[in-house]
């Protein structure tokens, strides 16, 4: 009998929990708790809570991840023999902050109470400042102007200062609520706080996670002295060591085996942020690998080997070595929904009808998708932007010149990265869009794959990353991640599309802020 392993993905909405059979090369299962509908006590929407006062304010809350984490395990053991289970990781939401006000917060458990009920005494924040928050703008500036400007926090760091990166959410705290920040003696990311909670133990974040907060030196892996400093004092002995990606954080600790019937040597491989493991759960992190997530936010991502800091974008650390770009763009399938809304149209018009039988062309018409203000590129703006049309356009043309915006916009961005991928797989709702598919192979050249089945990746990635300690990875991707070809790129749109990018670039940079 070959051993099972579980991945567990906490990101903004949901918990995932995926378990995957190295024997027969299945996904066993994967279940999923929703944060708003199953915790309503909570009183989140999408998983979090935006501030009424100031609507660039957002949390969430770490004693919901640990109810979501009990409920999740409580399905999981229903249909799976737990004691198969032989090693786990997983991943969260990058840049959220979890902070404790003792550095043995997690054990040991009294097993008649909750996780949460465990915990609750040792947080000294009860909210955790998630990545949707873009309230740092001043802590980034702040930190900036300390290392010397933002050249040398990009070069240090992978990024430039970014607001929902976690140094600037720390900094924030460190200010506004001084008591709280001299009380925390320990400051956790979403994903080293839950891999805590299962070892029992203070575990450490992983260089890739660790890569999102401003704060890690990405050439030597360690924290820079001098961005802690910018950020905060003492904040290095509030802060966990860095630790490797494949590292084993330590054994499960005896409150999962009693309560959900774990085996008692089941090893927890150290957590990693969302968008690394997406990069494994999506067969992406070798060479070349490249990934396109069409959700909330739209996000790019490529594995790379060299480190390229380049702004807009963030370097980040590859579970599986070397370096992985990332692009963030806020107007993702939001600004699609209400695209579609202010053209009165249902999906099959959107991404089917209106690209039936289009061959692109070079019409002048453009339009910049901006709902919200965007931060790659920085951009502010409440409404699309319409060049070149006329009101005898159809919505076809508009909804098309729409889709080609976000898709330029995307391209745009992953070119300052370095090389454009010949193979970009397309996940996330929006990737089942035929028209959307299309648009990417046309204007990346490139061919598009989608995983055969729609699986959460970045779960189904922890779990392959817990079975990398005794398989190998390339060889786990290739099972688990079978890719089914969606499209070519058409020769003649290389030409029409390099043309439209120019004009597209120019009004581009005309409405950014720099
Ligand atoms: C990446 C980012 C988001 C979150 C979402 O920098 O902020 O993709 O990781 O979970």
New binding site residues.
């Given amino acids: 009998m070959k051993p099972l392993y579980l991945g567990i993905d906490a ?2 909405q949901s918990m995932t929990g995926t378990v995957i059979d190295c024997g027969t090369s299945t996904v066993l299962l994967s279940e999923s708790v929703n944060f708003e509908k199953d915790l309503p006590q909570y009183a989140t929407q999408s998983g979090v809570c935006v501030s009424p006062d100031n609507p660039l304010e957002v949390w969430s809350y770490p004693l919901m991840w640990l109810d979501a984490l009990e409920m999740l395990l409580g399905r999981i053991s229903k249909s799976v023999d737990m004691k198969k289970i032989s090693a786990v990781s997983g991943s ?4 959220a902050t979890v902070w404790l006000n003792s550095q043995s917060a997690f054990s040991p458990y009294d097993i008649s109470k909750r996780l949460s009920e465990n915990i609750k005494p040792f947080l000294s924040r009860e909210k955790s400042p998630v ?2 928050d873009a309230s740092t703008s001043a802590e980034c500036r702040e930190m900036a102007e300390y290392v010397g400007g933002e050249k040398n926090v990009l070069q240090k760091t992978g990024s430039i200062m ?1 607001e ?2 976690s140094g600037a959410q720390i900094r924030k705290i460190f200010k506004v609520e001084p008591e709280n920040y001299a009380d925390t003696k320990r400051i956790h990311l979403n994903s080293s706080f839950m891999c805590s909670v299962l070892c029992g133990a203070d575990s450490p974040i992983d260089y890739c996670d660790g890569a ?1 907060m401003n704060l890690m030196n990405i050439g030597d892996f360690s924290w820079d002295a001098e961005m802690l400093s910018a950020c905060a004092p003492n904040l290095a002995e509030k802060l966990p060591k860095l630790a490797p990606p494949a590292e084993v954080a330590g054994n499960i600790s005896a409150y999962f085996c009693k309560k959900y019937g774990f085996g008692e040597n089941v090893k927890v491989v150290v957590f990693t ?3 690394p493991s997406s990069l494994v759960g999506l067969g992406a992190s070798s060479a070349g690998g490249a990934a396109v ?1 069409l959700g909330t ?1 739209d ?1 790019f991502f490529c594995s790379a080997k060299n480190f390229n800091p380049v702004e807009n974008a ?1 370097v980040f650390c590859n579970p599986n070595g070397g370096y992985m770009g ?1 692009v ?1 763009f806020r107007n993702g399938s939001l600004a699609r929904e209400k695209f579609r809304e202010l053209m009165g149209v249902d999906w099959k018009f959107f991404d089917e009808t209106s690209f039936e039988n289009y061959a692109p062309v070079n019409d002048g018409k453009i339009i910049l998708p901006f709902f919200v203000d965007e931060i790659s590129p920085k951009i502010s703006s409440a409404a699309p932007m319409f060049f070149g049309f006329c009101s005898a356009d159809s919505k076809q043309s508009r909804i098309r010149a729409f889709i080609e915006g976000q898709v330029f916009n995307i391209y745009l961005q992953a070119k300052k990265l370095g090389s454009i991928p010949e193979k970009i797989v397309l996940t996330g709702g929006a990737s089942k869009s035929f028209g959307i598919a299309r648009t990417f192979a046309d204007v990346f050249g490139s061919e598009i794959y989608r995983l055969e089945t729609s699986q959460n990746s970045a779960a189904l990635g922890a779990a392959i990353r817990a079975a990398s300690r005794d398989y190998e990875l390339a060889g786990l991707e290739s099972s688990f991640c079978p890719l089914i070809h969606v499209c070519s790129p058409r020769p003649e749109a290389a030409k029409v599309y390099s043309e439209k990018l120019k004009l597209f670039e120019d009004k581009l940079c005309c409405a950014c802020k720099f």
């Fill in positions: 990101s903004t969260g939401q990058q840049h990545w949707m970014t929902r990166f999102g942020g969302d968008n997530s936010s996000t963030h990332l963030c």
